[in-house]
Nanobody, 122 residues
C-alpha cells in the first residue's frame, strides 16, 4: 500500500511558476512509475506528466510540454512537478498517482493522492 500526499499548490499570476511535491509513504516508492493528473471544474481528469521508476524517461501532455517538468527523488520518496509560464487554463486540482506503467488514462494507476489546488489568475 502506498499513500500519496501532494503539496505546493496555491494562487499564482499568469506567467508565474509553482513547484508541486508528492510525498509517498512506504519503502517501495522506487518500484512505481509516477504521474501527475489534473482536473479543472466541469472537466474530466487529464494526464499531465509521467516518469519511469529510475526517472530516466518522462512523458508530457502536449498542453504542458516545454513548460512543466516532472522529476523524482527516490531517496526522499518524492515526485515533483515544476510548472513555469503558467496560464489561466492550467487552473485545476492536481493529483499525484503511482502505478506500474505510465499511461495517459486514469484506470491503470493504482494509487492516488488527495489533490492540491492550483489557481492561475490572468
Amino acid at each position: 500500500q502506498v499513500q500519496l500526499v501532494e503539496s505546493g499548490g496555491g494562487l499564482v499570476q499568469a506567467g508565474g511558476s509553482l513547484r508541486l511535491s508528492c510525498a509517498a509513504s512506504g519503502r517501495t516508492f522506487s518500484s512505481y512509475v509516477m504521474g501527475w493528473f489534473r482536473q479543472a471544474p466541469g472537466k474530466e481528469r487529464e494526464f499531465v506528466a509521467g516518469i519511469t521508476r529510475s526517472g530516466g524517461n518522462t512523458y508530457y501532455a502536449d498542453s504542458v510540454k516545454g513548460r512543466f517538468t516532472i522529476s523524482r527523488d527516490n531517496g526522499k520518496n518524492t515526485v515533483y512537478l515544476q510548472m513555469t509560464s503558467l496560464k489561466p487554463e492550467d487552473t485545476a486540482v492536481y493529483y499525484c498517482a503511482g502505478g506500474r506503467v505510465v499511461q495517459s488514462t486514469e484506470r491503470p494507476w493504482d494509487y492516488w493522492g488527495q489533490g492540491t489546488q492550483v489557481t492561475v489568475s490572468s
